[in-house]
Each structure stands twice: as structure tokens, then as C-alpha cells.
């Protein structure tokens, strides 16, 4: 390896030579930062640069505090060929992200020592210079591969998405407003402000640009920021359901486990708070800032699996690109957030839970519910949040007849699958708020019918019971006369709340052990109501149900528990839950 002089003298001297020769003089000298300011100083011959500039990208890019010499080819390079090897570099930052990146959803985003992070940095820094530069009949034709390769390359760290909101107000000829001198604000190098946009050189190949290129160019711009939103809020925990929960219930706050108060206190909440703004204030700035009723119709009317980013190399007017519907999703629930929580001036949604939101909460789960909740936590949080906020503003039904059952199916499906429990028990919540509400009687005991006969998950069962309870103390505390004041409730239900156990037993400890694993929740709330309904609610119990609920559900189940008690393989803590239920079930005097 050469020396450092030896190699500053080279740099200077080779640039006399044909370029292919200086290029091989580069490629041996230029392996080390000490010589970056010599060759910084030779790139300033607007010449030299606009010939070599784009085969200097890679060499570059690898060299610890290159940014002052890649900004250079950036300002005097060739614009439209520095621009296709940009490209092949941020296309190769995507294949390296698959030997680096963590997957870890309490800190999503890249290992502590990668370089991976600042080489996306810079590339951004560079690619909003480049392309002000090019001077196109059709710039968009340029924009929209570029955006796409970005895209392919990011991951949503706080700083690689700084560094895509700087390259977005580049592109679109504003500059970024200052941000807050906060712990929370993220700021990242952006040449393109902070640097001399007067030493740029101009396109040697320039072309008046189509009128009709500026709306193009915002579109994709608009479109592409919502896929980096979308990204972004599915990567962290925005919890924005259960802070609006908190705020519309301030008394069911448990104090010292406000989730509102643990993301005013810590410093990376509060960044995901400010970068999610941040996003959302770039996209007000490009003409997005309206939820009228069209926009919501676009966001469940049309596919919801669909990549925006394939149209990106291929469209010929507006209305070929479109916006990323999850993305879009997230742009709506964080208008309402802000507005209930920060009183922002975000606009009013024009819609209703029904039939808007349900028919958007219902495109989005599919028919691989499960599934679509865990892949993408942060629109089902986001969907949660736009229904807390549609029923606090009191914005229930529009036109149509709405379809109370299938809506609240929904919801209580992300109170199952959803993995943070935050936002299970706001789902929980709002699905039982939404039940009570619902002025049918009827309608409200056939929900709960169809929970208690058909769901195959414990803790909803267990929500049911407690919903049908509240019914109960309702029905009696208002001195209504409706489904939930007679007899004929538990006459309808007793065979869903107390199933016949006479089976259990027959099981072996093994199968006993499964069987208490798979339904303690529910058997655990049932013994519950059933206390309250033999001992506070007798007028509800028909004639001669107690002793047959005493034969075929308390007595297999006490003896059941009992046997499990004693049985290898049961923890403390089930031996704990098993005594609490036996001793629950002998209290109701029905054995």
C-alpha cells in the first residue's frame, strides 16, 4: 500500500491523464480519509467531475468521512448518470440489510455498529441534489425508480427516516421547516439545505419540463411518504388506542401505568411521537391535509394488498399511482390522535363507524385475520383508534343499516391476536362499549348468543359473560323490560354459560391439563357469574336450572379440580386458580 503523500501526489498529478487512467490511479490511491481533501480539491474542475463523477460513487461511499467528496460529484457530476449509480448503491445497502438487521420488535432497525445507516444518510443527501439538478421533459420518469430503490433500502430508525423527510422536502422544492430544539427532534446531515446550491452545475443535457409534471411529481412524493408512514408506525408501538382510551376515560386510569404519561416521560417514545409528526406534517406540506369523504372511499374501496411502489416505474398520469392504503389508515387515525391529544388543527374525518369504518376495518383483517393483525400491529392499532375516535365524536351510523355483529367480530378479533396487550384490552374495551350502545336489545343478546356458542377462544368468552352481566345490572339498576330483565335470557344462554362437563370425568390428568390451559378464563369468569346470578339475580334463574347446572357443570368441574390439584405437571400458580374456582363453584350450594 502506498503512503498517504505518495498518494496525495498521485491524485493530483493523474488528473492530467486520459480519465479511464485517472480512474485506475484513484481506484489504488483513494483507499483511506487522509487523502479525501486532496481529491476533494481536484473534483472541484466541473470538467473532470461531470466525466468521472458517477464512477467515483461506490469507491467513495466505503471510505469513513467521504460525505464532503460525494456531495461534490453530487453538485458537478453528470446528474442523470450519478443518479443510475445511486441507485445501484442504495439498491445494494437492501441486500446488506439482510446480514445486519435485528429483528426485535421492542427496538426495530439495525445492530448498534452498523455503517449501513450512515451510507443511506449520505446517498438521500446526494439524491436531493441530483435530482433538482436534472432539467427533464419528464423528471417523474426519474423520481419514481429512485423513490422505489429508497424505499427498498430503508428501514424505519428514527434517523433513516429524518433522512427520507429531508430528501422529500428537497424533491419537492421546499426546504424543511427548523424543527423544535427538543430532545425528541432528530436531525440528520441534509446537504441540500445546508449546503451552496449556487456552486451546482447545470444539466448538460436540459429539457423544458411538461406543465402538467409538478402534480405528477407531488403524487408520488405523497404516495411514497405514506408507504415510509406505514412502514414506520409497524415498526414501533404508537399505542395510540390506548392513549385515546385513557384520554376519553380519564377515571379508569390505573395510576403509575398511564401509557399517555410513560410516553410524555421517556425520550424514545416521545421521538416516535415526533418522527410520526413529522411524516405527517411533510404530507400536509405536499396537499394532503383534507379526510374528506373520497379519501376515506379510496382507502377500503380499492385493493388493500397492493404495492403502490410497482406503479412508480410505470404510469402515465396521476391517477396510475396511488397511495399506500395501510399508510393512509395510519395518515387518518393520527389526525384524529393529534387532534384529541396534542388539540392540533388536523382536519375532521367525514365518516362513520358505520358504514366507513367497518367496512375498513373489515377489508383490511380479510379472511386471514390472525395473521394480517401480527404482521401489521400498527394498522391494527391505527384502525382501533380511528373507531375510538369516530364513537367519541359521536359519528356512529351514516346511511346505511349497519352491521353491528360483523363489526364487532372485528374488533374483539384484535382483542385475541394483537400482540401488544395495551392494545387487546382497548379493543376489548371499545367492543363493549360499542355492544351496550347498540339501542337494539335483541341485537345485543344474539352478539353475545354468538360468542358464547361459536368462539373458540377462552378470554372472549369470558368477555361475553362480563358484558351479559353488565346487561344484567343495567336492565335491573334503569328498571328496563327488554331481553336482559326476564328469565328467558338464561333460559336461552344456560347451555352456552354452563355446558355440560360430565366428559371431564372421564379424561386423563394429561388431557385435564390441556383442557384447564385452554379454558381457565373462561371457567374462572363463568364461576364468577354464577355467583352473582344465583345469589343477586334469583328472579332471572328459570325453575329447576340450578340443581341440573349443579349435575352436569358444578360437580364434574370440582371434581375435575380437585384431581388437577393434585396432579404432576400443574404449577403453583394453576393449583392457585383451581382452588379459587373449586371454592367459588361450592359456594353456589348447587352440588
Known sequence: MPDVSESIKAIQEGAKEDRFTYLTILQYHVTSPEVLPTLNDVLQDAELTQEIGWDLVQMLLNIEGSETCLETVARLGNPREVVIKLMEALEGLAVAWNDEVVVDADQPGVIPDSKIPGKFITLLGMLGILHQRIKTKYPSRFLGPSLVKVFEAYQPTPEMTASVINLVYSLSGRKRPPLPTRKSSVNVANPDQDGDASKNAPDPEAEQEDPKEDTMQRKLLQAFVTCILQRYVNAYDMLWSPRLLELYNPKRVVPGKSTTEAFRQNEELQKRDAVVGQLVALLRDLGLNKCEGQFVKSIFEGPVHTDPLVAFDDFSSVDDIHFSPGGAVCLVAY?????????????????????????????????????????????????????????????????????????????????????????????????????????????????????????????????????????????????????????????????????????????????????????????????????????????????????????????????????????????????????????????????
Not at 385475520?369 to 375510538?388: F, H, N, R, V, W
Request: charge should be negative.
Open 335 to 591: 389526525w384524529i390522535f393529534s387532534k384529541d391529544v396534542f388539540e392540533s388543527d388536523s382536519p375532521q374525518p367525514e365518516m362513520y363507524v358505520f358504514p366507513d369504518h367497518a367496512l375498513m376495518l373489515g377489508r383490511f383483517l380479510g379472511i386471514e385475520m390472525q395473521s394480517e393483525i401480527l404482521s401489521s400491529p400498527g394498522i391494527a392499532d391505527a384502525l382501533l383508534a380511528i373507531g375510538l375516535g369516530l364513537e367519541h365524536r359521536n359519528l356512529i351510523k351514516g346511511v346505511e343499516e349497519p352491521n353491528l355483529m360483523a363489526y364487532h367480530h372485528n374488533l374483539t378479533l384484535i382483542s385475541v391476536f394483537h400482540p401488544d396487550i395495551q392494545v387487546r384490552n382497548a379493543a376489548t374495551s371499545f367492543a363493549g362499549s360499542l355492544l351496550h350502545s347498540e339501542p337494539d336489545d335483541h341485537n345485543r343478546l344474539e352478539i353475545l348468543e354468538d360468542l358464547l356458542e361459536n368462539c373458540m377462544f377462552a378470554s372472549l368468552k369470558a368477555c361475553a359473560i362480563t358484558w351479559l352481566k353488565e346487561e344484567l345490572i343495567t336492565a335491573r339498576q334503569e328498571k328496563l323490560s327488554n331481553q336482559f330483565s326476564s328469565p328467558d335470557v338464561i333460559e336461552r344462554l344456560q347451555y352456552s354459560l354452563f355446558p355440560d362437563m360430565l366428559s371431564l370425568n372421564e379424561m386423563s390428568n394429561d388431557a385435564l391439563i390441556d383442557f384447564w390451559a385452554q379454558n381457565q378464563l373462561f371457567l374462572l369468569q363463568v364461576a364468577n357469574f354464577a355467583y352473582v346470578l344465583f345469589t343477586g339475580f334469583k328472579e332471572l334463574v328459570p325453575a329447576g336450572m340450578g340443581a341440573a347446572v349443579g349435575q352436569r357443570f358444578v360437580e364434574p368441574l370440582v371434581a375435575a379440580s380437585e384431581k388437577l390439584e393434585k396432579a404432576e405437571g400443574a404449577d403453583d400458580d394453576s393449583r392457585m386458580q383451581l382452588s379459587i374456582l373449586k371454592d367459588r363453584l361450592r359456594s353456589l350450594g348447587l352440588q
